[in-house]
């Protein structure tokens, strides 16, 4: 470990880790040093951002698991055993991954659309904290990090598909925080705001992605909350800062 390098040898699992804020993110902490394991539903995706990966690691390249967070529930459940087994520890989760479904109102939600954003935006997050809550308490620094979205505490017409599960989301998260304070485990909610990113993009479409930060620049931000030295918990950090 050294100051250019403060996450050398650790390990960090990044979903939604194809595109947007989960691959940037990835790349950053890649760039501190972290081994990455990635997970995404593209493996072209996560391809990708491999290859930037090895850009800034000096050729080091991340762990790919292609993986669909709405389908793959057994899946989820192994990965902490599967990273420690392969690895011997995991230092860091940032959970990255979302789906909009549909903006409509809540009287006209389907079911299907109900049963994937859901599984996707809440059950996910369940789901990767109890497969990665015990390797993250025995980590000596453990570090968990969570978008989420300003939708989640103040409801909109039309978002409540979305929001419901990232508010949800937040819940779990705030609890979890509240159950390991005692612990060196770190837990904190990230905001990022508006960001350039293809969710973005379907919900705004009539928006000009040019005047929106982005993922390579909040980036940082995210990878800041995963650092041994990070005491914030239990908060939620925004790309500006809390």
């Known amino acids: 470990m050294t100051a250019e390098r403060p996450l050398a040898g650790s390990v960090a699992l990044v979903t939604g880790a194809s595109r947007g804020i989960g691959a940037a993110v990835a ?82 939600i389907q079911p299907r659309d109900w049963q994937e954003a859901v599984a996707v935006n809440l059950s996910a997050c369940w789901r990767l904290i109890r497969s990665c809550d015990p390797p993250l308490r025995a980590a000596s620094a453990g570090r968990a990090v969570v978008l989420t979205d300003s939708v989640a505490a103040a409801p909109r017409a039309y978002w409540g598909l979305y929001g419901a599960g990232k508010a949800g989301q937040e819940h779990l998260v705030r609890a979890w925080a509240a159950e390991t304070a005692r612990t060196p485990l770190r837990v904190s909610l990230f905001d990022p705001g508006p960001v350039a990113t293809q969710l973005r993009a379907v919900a705004m479409p009539g928006e000009d992605p040019a005047m929106l930060r982005k993922p390579a620049e909040v980036a940082p931000a995210v990878a800041a909350l995963c650092l041994p030295e990070e005491a914030r918990h239990s908060a939620t950090g925004r790309a500006g800062g809390l």
């Open 27 to 108: 790349v950053e902490l890649a760039r501190l040093g972290a081994h990455c394991v990635l997970t995404a539903r593209s493996q072209g995706g996560l391809e990708e951002t491999d290859d930037a990966i090895r850009a800034v690691s000096g050729g080091g390249a991340a762990t790919l698991l292609p993986l669909d967070l709405a389908k793959g529930a057994e899946k989820i459940d192994m990965l902490g055993p599967s990273v420690v087994q392969r690895f011997g520890r995991l230092d860091i989760l940032v959970h990255a991954a979302a789906v909009l479904a549909k903006l409509t109102p809540v009287a006209h």
